[in-house]
């Protein structure tokens, strides 16, 4: 396994630009990538340590599904102590899960923690108190995340809590664009070249597919949650708290 290194896999203009794809190319350089691309992401990474703190029961089972390298299961494992959970991170990416073995191994928390490489649409999950999903379900074919959101909140005990990150669109397109370019620029201030941007853009088209706001609130909702409200937005990124 070589070190994790700095994004520039966009950097030189390609002949043609493949879809998107979490191998080990993306794996070795995921947390520069995902810092300097998804505004929110360095907020959003501590406070599910909190949400996870306030919403986990003692004794019980959480999950954090689409784990990636671990950021999100870590800091699950953090707001677990002294409870007497069981954590399991879930990837369906081969270079993720082996990666995020390692990770796992640096950090001394108590709390144990179990990686599974699968895919979480076909995962049974079992009786369980707070699941994340930070920046997955976007990746997951739109047709099946309602089914996936019925399994997470019939797993979930009562006062159990999904906490959901998501890439956002709007439907008023000044709003649209507003946003879009202040991500443009987010990623320019980050380093990214224009160039790059574009041919990171349309390698994740097809991959990524951002839902609004209102359309993830209104499925929270049929899919068994009781109390569903975003708790953190940073221009179109926005992560979401639902309590079952
Ligand atoms: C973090 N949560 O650092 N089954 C399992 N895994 C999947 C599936 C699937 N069907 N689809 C996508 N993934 C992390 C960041 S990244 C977000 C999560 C991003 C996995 C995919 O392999 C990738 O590792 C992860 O979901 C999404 O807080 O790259 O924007």
Redesign the pocket.
Known sequence: MSNQGPDNLFASPLEKVKEFA?DEA??RV??D??QR??PG?TT??PM?GLITQKYAQNGSLCY??????????L?MRHGLQGKNCRLIG????AS?IERCHHYVELDNEQTPVELIC????T?ELKPCSVV?????L???PEIERRALLEKIANALVPGGALIL?E?LVFDQPEIQSSLEDLHWLFKKANGYSELEIAQKRSAIENV?VPESLETHIERLGQAGFNLVTPWYKCFNFCSMLAVK
């Open positions: 979490f993306v794996a995921f947390p990538m995902i691309s998804v992401y959003i990474i599910i954090d599904l689409g784990c990636s390298l671990g950021a999100s299961t800091a879930v990837d369906n990416s993720m699968d895919d979480i649409r995962l994340t999903l930070n920046f997955t976007q990746f997951v990150s890439k990524l």
